[in-house]
């Protein structure tokens, strides 16, 4: 037994110091070892005095990590030590077995080490379900506990902060997160994204030297007031973002020219007969009936009887046989529901026409681009009057015109990178439409600035941006640019950028969908600085 002891001392405690291990007992279920300490002196936790004077002694049960798929549990023999400092509330103290056991605890350090990296990985339930699978069953309410008892990790004091905002709930509560740019950590997490707040915490860190933001006024009012000998940087990705959103609405805009012009017909169309046209469309059930009983009772008549025999043969009543009889046509007696009565929709069907030459056949699309125009009501009518009107109207022969939104896509994308039926099209498309071509080497001019840092061309850009006519989102661009031009400058010049905090935003949110239910600001605070 001697020769096992040193043995089991190794391999059970091999990073502690005065542990025995006198005894390992297995059984099918658990191990129980009996282990005591072996330290001749221990500190006061009151007064910090060194104590040899040994009061008594009592047994602890602490778990530890599994084995084989068994519990273990330590059987150790902890003493008590008597104080001898007279200033000392304390009379006796139970001695703490340094990275083994803390007071109160139940667990040894390394089962709770394990059990809070499985929290801050996991969350509650699942964390709870993992620690039932290797044989230390906990609930979720421990882990958290657990989690919520870390202290925060010390914050260093960042040259390079990056500011962003992130939902607790979205649409409702937001947030602000800061990461060291550099070390490429998050910082900190604030309750809100208020100016007040933002400028609160950067006033007392004053070695911050940089500051990467998106282009938000909160974030530039607090770094303003927080941080005014910082340099503020807007990120190079929201600008791009921003130009593209800008050149989209001036595609949009002058989307007829996206179709090519059609080529001049070789001998002039013949003249199509007007066909007749008729209140209430052919094959209609309430148009047949009514013409049914129109030729029905004029053949009557015709044929000698009364109008009064008519009726007691037909079943009518005389007013409706004598109004039938008056009505030279059917036609004559749609009257009434029988109408085209005027709808709100009536101002928009030029427009609808016009776009349905133009290849637009999407009935949701059409309504939300007149919504825009003001129409009122839903998509119901709108659905209706391309289903029983628009679609028997012959469409123009010829391939079907990108749309906006491809072509914003091929003048945001290098020219080298599109295949060569993009760039046939971009380029039909920007001889066709003189204001989209100036749009074009705008937007170029302007990626050349993004991507080789040029940001002193920037006034020069924006002043002709906004002289560009037939372009009036990229007026209001270039507009919004020089209220931040400092900024957009520097991000257009220094090498810095937000990414890094767009990836822990992301982050963010894969911890709140396992949380769900339970992301308090105080317990999204723990995982994201210490996970």
């Not at 593209?244 to 001049?264: D, T």
């Not at 989209?436 to 006034?459: E, I, N, Y």
Request: with cysteine.
């Amino acid at each position: 037994m001697n020769e096992v002891r040193p043995e089991l001392d190794e391999l059970l405690f091999s990073s502690l110091e005065n542990v025995l291990v006198e005894s390992v007992e297995a059984t099918d279920m658990t191990v129980r070892i009996e282990a005591l300490s072996t330290a001749r002196q221990a500190t006061c936790p009151g007064c910090g005095y060194l104590s040899g004077r040994i009061h008594g002694s009592y047994l602890r049960f602490p778990h530890d990590l599994p084995t084989t798929g068994r519990s273990v549990v330590v059987a150790l023999r902890v003493r008590r030590f008597v104080c001898a400092e007279g200033s000392c509330s304390r009379k006796t103290f139970a001695e703490q077995v340094p990275g083994l056991t803390r007071r109160f605890g139940r667990r040894t350090e390394r089962l709770r080490s394990t059990l809070i990296s499985i929290g801050l990985a996991l969350a509650g339930r699942a964390g709870a379900r993992m620690t039932d699978v290797f044989g230390a069953p906990v609930s979720r309410n421990t882990l958290l506990r657990l989690i919520a008892s870390l202290p925060d990790p010390p914050i260093t004091a960042p040259r390079v902060v990056g500011v962003d905002e992130y939902a607790q709930r979205k649409g409702r509560i937001y947030g602000t997160v800061l990461v060291d740019v550099e070390t490429r950590r998050p910082i900190d997490l604030l309750p809100d994204r208020e100016a007040d707040t933002l400028a609160a915490w950067l006033a007392e860190r004053p070695g911050i030297e940089i500051v990467c933001r998106d282009r938000a006024p909160f974030f530039a009012e607090g770094a303003t007031r927080g941080a005014p000998q910082a340099i503020q940087i807007a990120d190079r990705w929201h600008l791009w973002h921003n130009l593209g959103e800008a050149a989209e609405k001036c595609v949009h805009r002058h989307r007829g020219c996206l179709r090519p012009a059609p080529a001049p017909p070789d001998e002039p169309p013949e003249e199509a007969e007007p066909a007749a046209s008729s209140p209430w469309p052919t094959g209609h059930r309430f148009a047949e009936r009514t013409r049914a009983k129109h030729a029905t009772i004029h053949a009557l008549l015709k044929a000698g009887h009364s109008k009064r025999s008519v009726a007691r043969q037909l079943g009518m009543t005389l007013n409706t046989v004598l109004r039938f009889s008056r009505a030279a046509t059917p036609e004559e007696l749609f009257t009434g529901q029988w109408q085209s009565r005027a709808t709100k929709l009536d101002a928009y069907k030029p427009y609808l026409d016009l776009r349905w030459q133009e290849g637009c056949t999407n009935a949701w699309k059409l309504w939300e681009e007149i919504r825009e125009q003001g129409y009122p009501d839903g998509y119901g009518n709108v659905r209706n009057y391309v289903s029983r009107t628009l679609r028997g109207k012959p469409q123009p022969v010829g391939p079907r015109p990108p749309s906006a939104r491809a072509v914003t896509r091929w003048l945001l994308t290098h020219p080298d990178a599109l295949v060569e039926s993009h760039r046939i099209q971009l380029k039909a498309v920007l001889a066709n439409c003189p204001e989209l071509d100036v749009l074009a080497k705008h937007v170029r001019t302007f990626a050349h600035m993004v991507t080789d840092l040029q940001g002193d061309q920037l006034p020069e850009w924006i002043e002709s941006a906004r002289a560009a006519t037939g372009l009036p989102s990229l007026n209001r661009f270039a507009h919004h640019l020089e209220r931040d031009l400092d900024a957009v400058v520097a991000g257009l010049s220094q090498p810095w950028n937000s990414g890094v905090v767009e990836g822990h935003v992301n982050r963010i949110k894969m911890l709140k969908r396992q949380m769900f239910g339970r992301a308090g600001f105080e317990l999204l605070r723990k995982r994201v600085l210490l996970a």
